[in-house]
């Protein structure tokens, strides 16, 4: 899969594209990283990429002209007979969430605009962006932070990437934990300043020790999440027994 990054901040991915687990993803070619500066498709001696706001107010708008300039050189690039899909990372867009990122995981790739300043002009969005994507309900600087989450998580769901091929299935939200949080985790020692290890997670017995962690899941995302709760009753997925155990109190 090819993702291209339409940035004005280049430079601000070569650390997250070459460190870290994910690396494997990136440098393997497994997900394909292009970067690409509007600044580059800017006419005259500044380059400029963005002007003042019709009707006044603060900040500044970027231009259309350099966005779509820059989008058509990244097209021809990828010579494809389908155009793939243009994302933008918006406070306007849909919230980005685990199903969300397996889909863009078996993709094969798109387009990701990183705005800046005040955001775009409005006819470059209407002309050319197919999909609009949002972290949460706050305002970032601009879109690289939103562009570099939405490639870690789907670079992490490449097979081969991680160590432990099963490890992804068990995060938060996955399918396989049937959409609810996971469960705390303990290493060496056994006991630290004073707090011990559930005494379970040492006994060695497999089938006590994911009846554990199950009801840990399901008491810690009542707790935090019971929205998620909400979802997995819906969908059928919670067993008498989970139910049996959401009804007890939590330890």
């Not at 002009?121 to 706050?138: E, T, Y």
């Not at 020790?209 to 709760?229: G, H, K, S, Y």
């Not at 979802?231 to 049996?244: K, N, T, W, Y």
Request: some cysteine; charged content about 20%.
């Amino acid at each position: 899969m090819r993702f291209d990054v339409i940035t004005l901040f280049p430079e601000l991915f070569a650390p997250f594209l070459s460190t870290g687990i994910n690396r494997k993803a990136f440098e393997g070619g497994l997900v394909e990283v292009h970067l690409h500066n509007p600044r580059d498709f800017a006419p005259g001696n500044y380059r400029r990429v963005d002007d003042r706001p019709f009707g006044g107010g603060p900040g500044m708008v970027m231009l259309a002209q350099p966005l779509t300039d820059c989008l058509a050189h990244i097209r021809t690039q990828r010579a494809q007979a389908q155009p793939c899909p243009v994302v933008l990372f918006s406070p306007l867009g849909q919230t980005l969430k685990h199903e969300g990122v397996q889909t863009w995981a078996k993709s094969e790739g798109a387009v990701l605009i990183c705005g800046r300043y005040e955001g775009l002009d409005q006819r470059f969005i209407d002309a050319h962006v197919d999909v609009q994507l949002s972290l949460g309900d706050f305002v970032l600087s601009g879109g690289e932070v939103a562009a570099m989450a939405l490639l870690d998580a789907v670079a992490r769901l490449q097979p081969g990437v991680l160590n432990d091929e099963d490890s992804h299935h068990q995060d938060s939200f996955n399918p396989a934990l049937d959409g609810l949080l996971d469960c705390p985790h303990y290493t060496r020692p056994e006991v630290w300043e004073g707090q011990a290890v559930p005494e379970v997670l040492l006994s060695g017995h497999h089938e006590r020790i994911e009846a554990w962690r199950r009801a840990q899941r399901l008491q810690l995302t009542a707790r935090l999440r019971p929205d998620l709760i909400a979802q997995a009753r819906e969908a059928g997925r919670l067993s008498p027994a989970d139910e049996r155990c959401l009804a007890s109190p939590s330890p």
